[in-house]
């Protein structure tokens, strides 16, 4: 079955740098789009990245030119690097697969298999 693992969190200051990682099993993954995802308590869950089977990107206004993307194809993993970050940068960020392959700027066509997610905490 699909399966993602997100790892890489942990506390930094404002101003800091972070690396995420997800690394995937159970499904052909050159064949997907893969997005990272955030939730903050109290507050929906909101689409950060997408990266399609072609490498193009998406972000959302918050994280653009801050945030990068990558895959490595043959270690089914995605990464985010995650720069400048923010107070309100702090939640819990999963990663998702997407089978369409290509990612749209809803974040729409994800599965809903979600790992355990990866504790961001950006202090001020």
């Known amino acids: 079955e699909v399966q993602l693992v997100e790892s890489g969190g942990g506390l930094v200051q404002a101003g800091g740098s972070l690396r995420l990682s997800c690394a995937a099993s159970?499904?052909?993954?050159?064949?997907?789009?893969i997005g990272w995802f955030r939730q903050a308590p109290g507050k929906e869950r909101e689409g950060v990245s997408c990266i399609s089977i072609d490498t193009s990107t998406v972000y959302p206004v918050s994280v653009k030119d801050r945030f990068t993307i990558t895959r490595n194809n043959a270690k089914m993993t995605v990464y985010l690097e995650m720069g400048s970050l923010k107070p309100e940068d702090t939640a819990v960020y999963y990663c998702?697969?997407?089978?369409?392959?290509?990612?749209?700027?809803?974040?729409?066509?994800?599965?809903?298999?979600w790992g355990q997610g990866a504790l961001v905490t950006v202090g001020s």
């Open positions: 159970g499904f052909s993954f050159d064949d997907y789009a």
């Open positions: 998702a697969a997407n089978p369409w392959g290509y990612c749209y700027d809803d974040f729409s066509g994800f599965l809903e298999v």
